[in-house]
């Protein structure tokens, strides 16, 4: 080993561990310089096999502000780097954490099949190293990645075999509150929703973890929207966004005023709907959130409808149906196919409505035995029988509902 091999190995050692002091003692976002200099040095580090300790501690350390900085498809890269390097050195603890970390960044990127992958890794890999604890926080994840992947019966069970696991005032059964809380709310069970979400909410407030606090009080926020209690959802979003401000959390802030938006429009305000969307499109079109994107827009198409620009309306929407198709969501595809017919019947275009309303129902089979389709069935129903009983065209806008999430 020359001295300047054995000076270099030093620097690596030194600067790792300094980066990685510097980024516990940085309570939100990292500045750009400390994060470049921490990533430069994780690229050599991940190298070197002697420096695996300090190069482990520092991506776990910086996964979360990577992740809440919107840094997706970069840091995915140095993950997977330290998995591979977990596992030549044999750390299972560390596998099953970066893998839990991959799986976070993938189901962001409604990547779902690849996040399922890697959460059962993790729980694997805890199970294998004797930690059930923390293979029960997994599944908890893997529960929530089944339900928005289409198998919400999977989901549940995944759900008890955790509540049997922690204990009714474990912190970590939030996780599983959200599964329960998104299954009534798709439900249309907004109370039970509602309670759930609070449960959560109670959770994150006890661990005084702010950006959890912020979402929580936005999916409350969703639920008392899904009562028409407008009033109060509106303060759960605006008090989400002062937290999320506060974070400088420019993602989540996007994502609640996305669903802000929602809530002017079903309040018949689409131009302060519009205000909101198109800076949170900037956002999610930044770090590649398809998923929100196409909830984007249709909630920008339903706007546009309603203030009576249906070519744009028109566009939006058969985006927001396309994307639909590539991640497989049967529920956003019929939804946003139902919106489609409604434009076409604001503009009695007859033949068209029915054709899209019909493709919905076609699609519809694949919802059956899942939350939320009694509920598509029959707006989809109601709007196709008035498209085939219509005589005369008036100004009718149909059946239909903007979204959140």
Known sequence: MTIYTETFRNYIHWGTEHALAQVQATPGLLSDEVRTQALHLLSYALDLADAWPSARDLLLAMAPKMEMAGHRD???????????????????????????????????RSKFDQARF??????????????????????GRLAHIEYWNGDPQEALALVQTVFAILSPADPERAICHLTLGWYAYHSHDYRDAQHHFAVALAFAEQQNDQRQIARRLRD?????????????????????????????????????????????????MPHEALELLLPAEVVFQGVQDQLHMALVQLNQGIAYRDIGEFEQAESLLVLAIEQWHLTGSMGMLVNTLNELGILYLKQCFIVKAEAVLQQAIKHLHQLQGQPGYEYYLATVLANLQESQNRQVCGDNKGQGNPKTT
């Open 74 to 108: 970069s840091w995915i890269v140095y993950l997977k780097k330290g998995l591979a390097q977990g596992a030549a050195v044999g750390d299972r603890i560390a596998e099953a954490q970066l893998h839990r970390q991959l799986a976070f960044l993938l189901q962001l």
């Open 220 to 268: 409350l926020g969703n639920t008392l929207q899904g009562q028409r209690r407008y009033k109060e959802s509106l303060a759960c979003y605006l008090r989400a966004n002062t937290l999320f401000t506060q974070l400088q959390d420019h993602y989540e802030q996007a994502v609640t005023n996305m669903n802000l938006a929602a809530l002017y429009l079903l309040q018949e």
């Open 118 to 139: 890697h959460y059962t890794a993790s729980a694997m890999s805890f199970a294998e190293a004797g930690d059930p604890y923390r293979q029960a926080q997994v599944l």
